[in-house]
């Protein structure tokens, strides 16, 4: 049997581009006891795909050239030599960007039932637990405290958003246009907002938190990190989950350094990978599941049809084309 | 009764002047119960003034101009009204300038008997303090682990070595004269030193530290920061306690920025200030002089001779005369 997989056909410098990646038609291997054979309904896109891109140490391991690209992908179980899977099964693992993957069960998690099988690339899936985790572990929120997230219209920008919310406190998020702001203040009740391109943002963040910054959750980086650093409280917490604005920088940043006001302020700097929370991924599905289905909690997604432009998706991230979580929708 | 004391005459631009402070003679005013008249025996000058020296807001109170400086001053009880010290006690406190001080006797400490009463502007005071606290605390180094110490041979640099080096660890220090470092190989143990003024101190921190960085103490900033950044490994521990190199500074500190490697390495960076540990102090204290009556702990001071000289003493902390602790000598 055939499918057609993406390969990483080269580093990309700068912005990648569809030059990166490599359409093959290959074969599916033959299942061993144990595998599903998938097909794909739906891969995630995910900004930190980049870092594994670049050569040398990092958080997690780069591709090689010629390897398929791996994401989170959810499929549909088409054939079976595992008890815990039939097929018609629904599920979502790390998997290759193929119409078809092989995959071993036990490394895969089923949908939860009447609820759009996206959210397992949401909210319900890695994406929320990075929002749940980063903010409540790292972040602390406390009630009332000012909390202010950069990429606050992306996938988990917005969840970071909501939870701090039903945690009661004041939430700022800068996005990328009015669009996404009007979105994150009126669907999502987000306080206040900023559009990072058009407004001064020093004197804008300092407008929308005239008591100071006590959590920021940073997912970009650059000029909002710069504004942020003269407004932090005492004791603030600042989250480092993601950099995209310098993703594609082939130097190292420079910039306004943090150490001074962290200092000032006894504040701290915390980086964090998700899968160090392992451990506990079962505590936040179950607490993120319960706020999805009282309605606490919303699921926002851009969907872009078709296995062909999963690299034009992936590519869209980075100029900022999504609102809440970007899917590629294979079938489905 | 008359005493002489030094005020804040003008806030420096840049490194601070003769020209920003005043000596003036000035009455010295009647005891009140619970009071005590203290001779001053020894002025602590310390690099953090340069911090109150400047206007806004900041961990510290901001000197006024037209006030007496403050710091840590051992001084000799020469008259009391308070049943709990006796004139020729010694004892510690935050005090002025000056040479003779009226202070509350509970604001006092009395100075550890059979050891040098300048012991308590450095490792059985504040300074031991701050470096146990900094390094035990926040930076939670573990036996074997790679610490990295930039201002080793000041006073809290000097007493974070000791400590690690109690502790198991590797230790690699910077400081700006082959002398300091010399001082720290051979009298202190530290397993490297790198001396910042003539080295490359990226080729040289990353040939001192072959198997990275877990734990960076930094009491600098700037190009030593800059070069341990790259170098840090997973869930490294940065620990903010000074930033010399930059408090002259007239605009915000621009740099490497920590947010991507903090990121890539899951990794920490606190700022702190001593005073947030005060509850255990009394526990820092008792563990940091049973060291040093082992022999594990050694105080290092420079010492300049002068009431007349305080002023200058304190400058001179920014151009790095000071091995150890920097006292002024007032009478004794």
Known sequence: ????????????????SNENFQFVDAEVPPLQDGDVLLRSLYISVDPYLRGRMREGKSYVTPFEIGQVIESYVVGEVVDSR?????PGDVVSGQ???????????????????GVSPTTALGVLGVTGLTAYFGLLDIGQPKQGENVVVSGAAGAVGMTVCQIAKIKSCRVVGTAGSNEKNEYLRNELGIDATINYKTADISSA???????????????????????VLPLINDRARIVICGQISIYNADRPAVGLKPEPALLVHS??????????????????????????????????????????????????????????????????
Chains 1, 2 share one sequence.
């Open 1 to 16: 049997m055939q499918t057609k997989e993406i390969r990483f056909a080269s580093r990309p410098s700068g912005i990648p």
């Open 82 to 86: 595992s008890p815990d899977l039939k």
């Open 95 to 113: 998997l290759g960007w193929r119409l078809y993957n092989v995959a071993k069960a036990k490394q895969l998690m089923k949908t939860i039932p």
């Open 205 to 227: 963040l300092k407008a929308a938190c005239p008591n100071g910054i006590d959590v920021y959750f940073d997912n970009v980086g650059g000029a909002v990190s710069d504004a």
């Open 267 to 332: 504040a701290m700097m915390r980086g964090f990978i998700i899968t160090q929370y392992w451990p506990r991924f079962a505590e936040g599905i179950s607490q993120l599941a319960q706020w999805f289905k009282s309605g606490q909690l919303k699921h926002a997604e851009t969907i872009v049809e078709g296995f062909e432009n999963t690299p034009n998706a992936f590519i869209g991230l980075f100029r900022g084309e999504n609102l809440g979580k970007q899917v590629v929708k294979i079938s489905g």
